[in-house]
């Protein structure tokens, strides 16, 4: 989460400085903000790899991570979000800050930056839409499978069939651990359409800034309702990491 704030403090930064910036220096903010963006790419990564590698002893736990809060483990989808999740936040920001400037609009002047999202950015946004959910489909239907197969023979049935109960426990986490990697790399893939390939270098800041303050705030107010429900383990100071939401309406 530390690292998180870290990224959130300089994409916010960089943003501002951006908005403001002149004609004369629109290149080298630009540069600026693509170097953000790979860097916010390139920690998600890193996370990827290491829990990759932590899993590979033990990847049940990461598909119910005692370290999240209730509320999140709530949302989760095999071991992450949503990659689909992402383009619902786009649309959803895109929304509320063509609400907050429709005033401007209607006299033909545009403000903010996911509002101004272009007929091709949105076609290409769609496309991705339609695309992530058939794979995140096709997923789920494989985790379906083995949990289906654990329904239908047990392991104790399983063991007898390749020897010990360990072996057969190794090679059901052996298939969770190929869900788990198609499903991180669908999240990555889907990740770097959206903020390399289809948005702007300043809409992908603000894109990754909202980004980041759902996924801290969500952190923030599950370990405040875990606290209320007795199952609190952090300090008060713990809990309150929840960033103003108001920016995202920027």
């Given amino acids: 989460m530390e690292l998180q704030q870290q990224d959130l403090l300089e994409l916010l930064h960089n943003s501002n400085s951006s ?45 119910a991570p005692t370290w999240c809060t209730t509320l999140e483990s709530s949302m989760l989808w095999i071991s992450g979000c949503r990659p689909s999740s992402y383009i619902r936040l786009l649309y959803a920001m895109s929304g509320k800050e063509f609400e907050s400037h429709l005033s401007n609009y209607i006299q033909g ?27 995140e489909d096709q997923l789920s239907n ?73 996924h801290l705030c969500v952190n923030a107010w599950g370990k405040t309702r875990d606290h209320q429900h007795g199952r609190n383990r952090e300090t008060i100071q713990d809990r309150n990491t929840c960033p103003n939401l108001s920016c995202l309406e920027n």
Avoid: W
């Fill in 142 to 214: 494989k985790l379906a499978s083995l949990q289906e197969e654990i329904a239908d023979q047990p392991f104790s049935i399983i063991a007898n069939e390749v020897g010990n109960l360990e072996e057969a426990l190794d090679r059901h986490a052996k298939f969770l651990m190929n869900v788990v990697e198609e499903a991180d790399k669908l999240r990555m893939e889907t990740l770097k359409e959206l903020v390399i390939n289809i948005l702007s270098p300043l809409q992908a800041v603000d894109f990754l800034i909202a980004s980041k303050k759902l």
């Fill in 109 to 135: 002047n545009r403000s903010g930056h996911l509002s101004g999202l272009l007929t091709v950015q949105l076609n290409s946004v769609d496309e991705l839409q339609r695309k992530t959910i058939r794979q």
């Fill in 19 to 63: 908005s403001s910036s002149t004609c004369n220096t629109s290149v080298s903010s630009d540069f600026n903000l693509k170097q953000l963006i790979e860097k916010s790419i390139k920690h998600f990564q890193e996370y990827i790899d290491t829990r990759r590698h932590l899993a590979g002893s033990d990847v049940t736990a990461y598909l």
